[in-house]
T-cell receptor, first 115, second 111 residues
Framework: DAGVTQSPTHLIKTRGQHVTLRCSPI?????VSWYQQVLGQGPQFIFQ???????GRGNFPDRFSARQFPNYSSELNVNALLLGDSALYLC??????????????FGSGTRLTVV | GEDVEQSLFLSVREGDSSVINCTYT??????LYWYKQEPGAGLQLLTY???NMDMKQDQRLTVLLNKKDKHLSLRIADTQTGDSAIYFC???WGTGNQFYFGTGTSLTVIP
């Protein structure tokens, strides 16, 4: 069974551009969350979706948006890119929308570089 | 918001035990987790502990939880070179399943 898949794996964008990152959760998982991991730091929570509804939003500007599709896959969109948006973006899926002993299963991430 | 702190670096000799510590501030957490991140990879769930437990053992891994002091630790017995990685503790918070991660502890195992 495939794990959490993210695309693309690497991306280089110019300041001011827009980017879309994609995530496919583990089959049967209905919750998808997005995290930003800046080099040398722990992941920071951006969004959580469960059953296509937003369940939580972290402390990120409105330039960041996301959605979840009927097949539970998800997109993270970032507008007007800044140099500080350069990071590893991690997608995680879970079977539930609440804290559980299963935690999250993470994808390998999309490495975004803004130049 | 929640604050999760870890020491940044730990170096041990192969075969010794490693102890990675974490402190957190939110006392309402239901589960606390330990994740491992190898270079260039995502995060791998190692183990978890339910908040009403003091200790959990899982093969070479032992998790200790002191709720009074809001302190969590991960002990790795017989540490191997393959254990070299960054270890994150994570505290689940909020109405959903939102995690606060610590800053990560980089474990180096010396052969």
């Amino acid at each position: 069974d495939a794990g959490v898949t993210q695309s693309p794996t690497h991306l280089i964008k110019t300041r001011g551009q827009h980017v879309t990152l994609r995530c496919s959760p583990i089959s049967g998982h209905k919750s998808v969350s997005w995290y930003q991991q800046v080099l040398g730091q722990g992941p920071q929570f951006i969004f959580q979706y469960y059953e296509k509804e937003e369940r939580g939003r972290g402390n990120f500007p409105d330039r960041f948006s996301a959605r979840q599709f009927p097949n539970y896959s998800s997109e993270l969109n970032v507008n007007a890119l800044l140099l500080g948006d350069s990071a590893l973006y991690l997608c995680a899926s879970s079977s539930t929308g609440i804290s559980s002993n299963y935690g999250y299963t993470f994808g390998s991430g999309t490495r975004l570089t803004v130049v | 918001g929640e604050d999760v702190e870890q020491s940044l670096f730990l170096s041990v000799r192969e075969g010794d035990s490693s102890v990675i510590n974490c402190t957190y501030t939110d006392s309402s957490s239901t589960y606390l987790y330990w994740y491992k991140q190898e270079p260039g990879a995502g995060l791998q769930l190692l183990t978890y502990i339910f908040s009403n437990m003091d200790m959990k053992q899982d093969q070479r891994l032992t998790v200790l939880l002191n709720k009074k002091d809001k302190h969590l630790s991960l002990r790795i017995a017989d540490t191997q070179t393959g254990d070299s990685a960054i270890y994150f503790c994570a505290d689940s918070w909020g109405t959903g399943n939102q995690f606060y991660f610590g800053t990560g502890t980089s474990l180096t195992v010396i052969p």
